[in-house]
T-cell receptor, first 113, second 112 residues
Framework: EPEVTQTPSHQVTQMGQEVILRCVPISNHLYFYWYRQILGQKVEFLVSFYNNEISEKSEIFDDQFSVERPDGSNFTLKIRSTKLEDSAMYFC???????????FGPGTRLTVT | AQSVTQLGSHVSVSEGALVLLRCNYSSSVPPYLFWYVQYPNQGLQLLLKYTTGATLVKGINGFEAEFKKSETSFHLTKPSAHMSDAAEYFCAVSAENDKIIFGKGTRLHILP
């Protein structure tokens, strides 16, 4: 099944700056997810998004984070004021039709300096 | 709550040898289990999944896994390792509201 594309592939930003990571589904889906993977660590769930609303978020997903689907197509993750510890690989995923598996995009590597 | 434990952060096998990557899960409800593979500098690719039905599931690239409820295990195997199998492998379980909980991963090294 087709996955999702993510832009940019790599983002370097200074601490305190806002970043927006984008996820573009190849076909129309309703369920989207964001995960992150700090270098050398496991993949962690951030937030799930269904029908244009957050359905669940983790403890990591604090007030600095937000998600939206501004144009009905792109699915974005915004970090308002980045910290050094936000440096990670961020993966967007979509849920497969009628099943429980998720299909992941190639990720955006965020480096906060 | 759901959790996954992968035994061995690094596993080395010789090319042509059996690959066995171990995974144990904890779940308060019937689990949905997955193995994902991550090649260097790439995203996560679904290898195989168990939802219901047959407990031995086959995936891509010759991998398979067996769901054993009595042992709460979902070990990944491949009869004959290939150099191209070198990657990081993540066992995962689906939790409430469909979020996926990942294990810490096992890096598979293939020796020539």
């Amino acid at each position: 099944e087709p996955e999702v594309t993510q832009t940019p592939s790599h983002q370097v930003t200074q601490m305190g700056q806002e970043v927006i990571l984008r996820c573009v589904p190849i076909s129309n889906h309703l369920y989207f997810y964001w995960y992150r993977q700090i270098l050398g660590q496991k993949v962690e769930f951030l937030v799930s998004f269904y029908n244009n609303e957050i359905s669940e978020k983790s403890e990591i997903f604090d007030d600095q984070f937000s998600v939206e689907r501004p144009d009905g197509s792109n699915f974005t993750l915004k970090i308002r004021s980045t910290k050094l510890e936000d440096s990670a690989m961020y993966f967007c995923a979509r849920k497969g039709a009628g099943s429980y598996e998720q299909y992941f995009g190639p990720g955006t590597r965020l480096t906060v300096t | 709550a759901q959790s996954v434990t992968q035994l061995g952060s690094h596993v080395s096998v010789s090319e042509g040898a059996l690959v066995l990557l171990r995974c144990n899960y904890s779940s308060s409800v019937p689990p949905y289990l997955f193995w994902y593979v991550q090649y260097p500098n790439q995203g996560l690719q679904l290898l195989l999944k168990y939802t219901t039905g047959a407990t031995l599931v086959k995936g891509i690239n010759g991998f398979e896994a067996e769901f054993k409820k009595s042992e709460t295990s979902f070990h990944l195997t491949k009869p004959s390792a290939h150099m191209s199998d070198a990657a990081e492998y993540f066992c995962a379980v689906s939790a409430e509201n469909d979020k996926i909980i990942f294990g810490k991963g096992t890096r598979l090294h293939i020796l020539p």
